[in-house]
């Protein structure tokens, strides 16, 4: 069952289409003809934005095994 829920999840946030942008960064962008910086911009504030919650998920991960781990072995 948590593969199956694990799994969900990670399809789940892959397949989103995610856009970024504040308000004021998005009528600035989209004024412009182009929406190759648009995009480029967006891109790289999701990109900023994963790093952090990347971190966390390792650093949890890490503590949840160390937990486990010294549980099973006392």
Known sequence: M????FFFL???FFILD???Q???CRA???SQEGQGTAKGINDGIVYLMSIP???LAG????I???YFYSKNKA
């Open 64 to 66: 949840y095994r160390k």
């Open 22 to 24: 504040c308000a004021m």
């Open 2 to 5: 948590k593969n199956k829920v």
């Open 18 to 20: 995610i856009h970024a």
């Open 10 to 12: 990670i399809v789940f």
């Open 28 to 30: 600035v962008l989209e």
């Open 59 to 62: 650093l949890g991960f890490s």
């Open 53 to 55: 919650y990347i971190v």
